[in-house]
T-cell receptor, first 112, second 108 residues
Framework: EPEVTQTPSHQVTQMGQEVILRCVPISNHLYFYWYRQILGQKVEFLVSFYNNEISEKSEIFDDQFSVERPDGSNFTLKIRSTKLEDSAMYFC??????????FGDGTRLSIL | RKEVEQDPGPFNVPEGATVAFNCTYSNSASQSFFWYRQDCRKEPKLLMSVYSSGNEDGRFTAQLNRASQYISLLIRDSKLSDSATYLCVVSGDNDMRFGAGTRLTVKP
């Protein structure tokens, strides 16, 4: 069964540095998403992406964040000038239109 | 009011028990509804979609009441492997909003 894959599985970064989290969505999916989950808290929507542009973003997704689909397979989340509170699990998901989303197994981001 | 609100839990039940989870949502324009399960430190995995007519998948039954903006999940004959956090998920055009989840522990 096709899967969403995310790399790296764990990223440790110094506060103030930039990080790029990578995702390879399922190949025939056209809708892509990023979520985050702070330890012990609920899954929070960050952004959705379709047709090479952001279709919706939450209040969490401020100027510190950006997304990109640099080629036909990768979907990336960039976090600039990381803060301690950015430490969380970041999940990528993809879907077809009006279908449930399939999640990758996440990148654990630790900001020191 | 929270966008998606679930029973706080935790639910601790013996094997074989029947357990029900409830969920309410605030956005009446929501279009799609799902139950996901999440194991500790793992990604959410789709358990089942929820349809207006109600739907069943083995031991799991989901129901939706659009008028009351209410979703439920019933698990019959619970197994040890059902232990997880169950997430109520409500979807609009371009996003999914998750409830905080209800923790279920099934004990021998």
């Amino acid at each position: 069964e096709p899967e969403v894959t995310q790399t790296p599985s764990h990223q440790v970064t110094q506060m103030g540095q930039e990080v790029i989290l990578r995702c390879v969505p399922i190949s025939n999916h056209l809708y892509f998403y990023w979520y985050r989950q702070i330890l012990g808290q609920k899954v929070e929507f960050l952004v959705s992406f379709y047709n090479n542009e952001i279709s919706e973003k939450s209040e969490i997704f401020d100027d510190q964040f950006s997304v990109e689909r640099p080629d036909g397979s990768n979907f990336t989340l960039k976090i600039r000038s990381t803060k301690l509170e950015d430490s969380a699990m970041y999940f990528c998901a993809s879907s077809r239109a009006y279908q449930p989303q399939h999640f990758g197994d996440g990148t654990r981001l630790s900001i020191l | 009011r929270k966008e998606v609100e679930q029973d706080p839990g935790p639910f601790n039940v013996p094997e074989g028990a029947t357990v029900a989870f409830n969920c309410t949502y605030s956005n009446s324009a929501s279009q799609s509804f799902f139950w996901y399960r999440q194991d500790c430190r793992k990604e959410p995995k789709l358990l089942m979609s929820v349809y207006s007519s109600g739907n069943e998948d083995g031991r799991f039954t989901a129901q939706l009441n659009r008028a009351s903006q209410y979703i439920s999940l019933l698990i019959r004959d619970s197994k040890l492997s059902d232990s997880a956090t169950y997430l109520c998920v409500v979807s609009g055009d371009n996003d999914m909003r998750f409830g905080a989840g209800t923790r279920l522990t099934v004990k021998p």
